[in-house]
């Protein structure tokens, strides 16, 4: 049966798995990422664990792709800047996999990945084209055309927690300010709710959170509890998302916008007023558009890059065919 490898590299753990081209796992791989290691250290590491997970395949997969945070030029695999591990930096990150591997390896940034894996395998099934959102921690996306994912001259292409909401908002890691990232996002939640327990403003919040820092999960169990700022501040956050997403609806007029990321279990308190708000800026046909919570759950990154390469598998063979 023909397989590939796919790695999902993340800040706490590493994931690896042999998928079929239905997406079934095979083989599933996982251990921690390893804190504190140099650079070295840490590509060794990834390298043991895809060639174990390579090894325990029924036949030697096709191609492997590594997902990863960050900004990652996929056409040349580099890891451009990887914002979790610091020693991450122009760091041409498929030569030595490939090397030990004796496949094909690609990169590929995980919220990309993951939007091609909820086009082939999730949500997105049986959509032409597809916008992803990943809801979490930050905010990415990843944005796939005619079927194929588009990464744009340099790999930038679904940075969707960098368009500006407001110009005069909070600074943003990517300098700018008002950024959709700096405004709602776990972080985001969590900086609102530490404001909230300082101002003293919300009872229930500073009660939940007792003498711990308070979290953007700490909001929601408060918003939850019936307070009325903390549930004011996640629907506001919900609204800003639909403005986002909504402008890029407009612009991009996919079939299908896929939500994936830890901020989706604030469910309809979020999810409500981000769909009012994507739905009430809607030009003509862009009302139409789906929304669509991810059904992978954490498999989402490894499918996301069973996605990926199983595509430039594809496309291989597509241009060994006619010669180019
Ligand atoms: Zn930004």
Request: with cysteine; proline share 5%.
């Amino acid at each position: 049966m023909a397989t590939v490898l796919a790695g999902d590299f993340g800040g706490t753990n590493l994931r690896a798995a042999i998928v079929n081209e239905a997406g079934e796992l095979l083989v599933r791989v996982e251990d921690d990422t390893p804190q504190a290691a140099t650079r070295d250290e840490i590509i060794g590491h990834v390298i043991d664990l895809l060639a174990r997970t390579a090894a325990a395949a029924p036949e030697p997969p096709l191609a492997a792709c590594i997902a990863t945070a960050g900004l990652i030029d996929a056409d040349r695999g580099v890891v451009v800047i990887a914002p979790n591990i610091p020693g991450f930096r122009n760091l041409p990150l498929t030569p030595p996999v490939a090397a030990r591997l004796g496949i094909p390896v690609y990169i590929e940034n995980d919220a990309s990945a993951a939007a091609l894996g909820e086009f082939r395998y999730g949500a997105g099934r049986g959509a032409r084209n597809l916008l992803h959102a990943t809801l979490g921690t930050g905010i990415g996306g990843g944005i796939v055309v005619e079927g194929h994912l588009y990464r744009g001259s340099q790999g930038l292409a679904g940075e969707i927690g960098h368009i500006i909401l407001d110009p005069s908002g909070p600074v943003c890691n990517c300098g700018s300010r008002g950024c959709l990232e700096a405004m709602v996002s776990g972080v985001a939640f969590a900086e609102r709710a530490r404001v909230l327990v300082s101002s003293g403003k919300s009872l229930i919040l500073r009660e939940i959170v007792g003498a711990r820092t308070a979290t953007g999960a700490d909001l929601f169990a408060a918003a939850s509890a019936g307070d009325a700022i903390a549930e004011a501040e996640i629907r506001h956050g919900g609204h800003l998302l639909g403005l986002g997403i909504g402008s890029l609806v407009n612009v991009l007029n996919p079939d299908v916008v896929t939500l994936s990321g830890g901020l989706l279990s604030m469910g309809d308190m979020l999810l409500g007023p981000l769909r009012q708000a994507m739905y009430s800026l809607a030009y003509g046909p862009a009302a139409g558009t789906l929304v669509r919570i991810s059904e992978l759950a954490e498999d989402a990154g490894l499918l996301g890059a069973a996605a990926v390469a199983w595509e430039r598998t594809e496309a291989r063979a597509e241009s060994r065919e006619t010669g180019d």
